[in-house]
């Protein structure tokens, strides 16, 4: 068992390591042109934070947290969700206190004890953005135009979006109230996650993807039918902006997502070719959560997005990713005075900004290039005992094949000149 990982997790080889730098590269890209800022916080927090801003209702807490005493007694939480955090840190930090809107956004791993399947892991990665301070429908707009950009740079065409709005605690009661009188005459029907869930947590009876309980919601009411005044218009201006900038969506009425914080929008953005799961995107408005975490009223919305599902849905999809940078360079070291020299060599190539190696395990000539081959190196120098007699090298093209004879001294302005590099 100590060479084997943990159920649910996945290790990140070098050879998808440039799939992650591509993606997080155009993460950091888009979330600067819509003008958010990063933002990282502990990978563990205070058991409560997910407790009151999550929901004591709802499957993560009562099923999926990784919850630990420390050595002092305290109960701590690995982080099972990105946006309490991301509030918590919000109030504690003053963010509040500046010019508001405060738009952030995170990369962070997330921790969850779930079925593994496709893409979707105990400890997964998860891109998302919040916005608070601002109540405007625009704003859920701006964050769902954001997160179809960027999956539009890479490419993806079919997807949907998905919207719903599930209120506020004014219009949501009456509404509660409606689906219990709709399932409690067919409870017996129910799933066992269901049948719990009718008292605690009735809005995720219409989450459930069961086949008995998905019969049952088709014909529940619908909360659309039950909004207050300010969220039935917060709801049609919101489509209003969606229709202006031609972002094409269906109304959906089962779509609640999973969390007790949310308010009025909900959505998720769906590529076809996942199955039953087959979000990429979810997310939402969540007027209540700063209040509930002890901070004064402030509204927020925004998403999340698992990585490993969106690189298992553009591998599925085709998708091309930019292979990892090419070795520029490989110093052929033939004995240890010559890499004495290729040592010295290897700074200054760097400094230069040339991506450089050498080799250090003593292989002969010939199994050193294949060794460059494999990695992907450019150029050749070949540095032993003649060169450095002589103070001159061998550099071949990897490419072509062709060989240049190179002062030793000329080599770092040669091969920098060759490759395009600015230096450091």
């Known amino acids: 068992m100590i ?83 991301t509030a918590r840190a919000y109030l504690e930090n003053g963010l509040h206190a500046a010019a508001q809107p405060t738009k952030l956004y995170y990369i962070e791993p997330i921790f969850r004890f779930e079925r593994p399947q496709a893409g979707r892991y105990r400890q997964h990665h998860q891109f998302g953005v919040e916005v608070f301070g601002a109540a405007d429908p625009a704003v859920d707009v701006e ?46 029907q129910l799933c066992p996650d269901c049948r719990s869930r009718i008292e605690r947590n009735p809005l995720r009876l219409l989450d459930c993807k069961e086949e008995g309980c998905r019969r049952l919601k088709e014909r529940a009411p619908h ?26 969506y269906e109304v959906d009425h089962h779509i609640v997502r999973g969390l007790d914080y949310y308010t009025r929008t909900v959505f998720e953005i769906i590529y076809p070719g996942l199955g039953a799961q087959d979000a990429v995107c979810g997310g939402g408005r969540y007027d209540g959560l700063i209040e509930t975490l002890g901070g004064e009223p402030t509204p927020g919305v925004g998403f999340g997005m698992g990585l490993e599902r969106l690189i298992l849905t553009l591998e599925d999809h085709g998708y091309e ?8 360079v490989f110093l052929a070291a033939v004995g240890q005075e010559a890499l004495a020299r ?21 292989r002969g000539l010939r199994k050193q290039m294949k060794h460059a081959d494999r990695l992907g190196a450019r150029f050749v120098a070949i540095v032993g005992e003649e060169e450095l007699a002589t103070g001159r090298c061998v550099v071949r093209d990897m490419g072509t094949g062709t060989q240049e004879d190179i002062a030793l001294e000329e080599l770092a302005g040669y091969i920098q000149e060759r490759c395009g590099r600015a230096g450091l």
């Open 3 to 85: 060479t084997t990982r943990p159920r649910g997790t996945n290790d990140i080889l070098p050879s998808e390591s440039h799939k992650w730098q591509h993606i997080t590269q155009q993460i950091h890209d888009i979330c600067a042109l819509y003008g958010f800022r990063q933002i990282s916080t502990p990978a563990f927090e205070h058991t409560e934070l997910f407790h009151r801003g999550v929901g004591e209702g709802t499957d993560i807490v009562q099923k999926e947290t990784y919850t630990f005493e420390d050595r002092g007694g305290r109960s701590l939480t690995l982080r099972a969700e990105g946006t309490a955090p």
């Open 143 to 188: 964050v769902i135009a954001l997160a179809l950009d960027f999956l539009g740079r890479f490419g993806l065409d079919g997807l949907t979006v998905r919207l719903n709005s599930v209120g506020c605690p004014t219009c949501r009661e009456s509404y509660r109230a409606r689906l219990v009188e709709h399932f409690l005459p067919c409870v017996e």
């Open 223 to 248: 909360m659309l039918d039950s909004l207050c005044g300010p969220c039935r218009e917060h709801f049609v201006r919101l489509r209003g902006h969606l229709d202006a900038l031609g972002i094409r």
């Open 321 to 328: 990713f930019p292979g990892p940078r090419r070795l520029d």
């Open 342 to 362: 290729c040592v010295v060599l290897l700074a200054e190539l760097r400094r230069r900004g040339v991506a450089a190696d050498t080799e250090y395990t003593g």
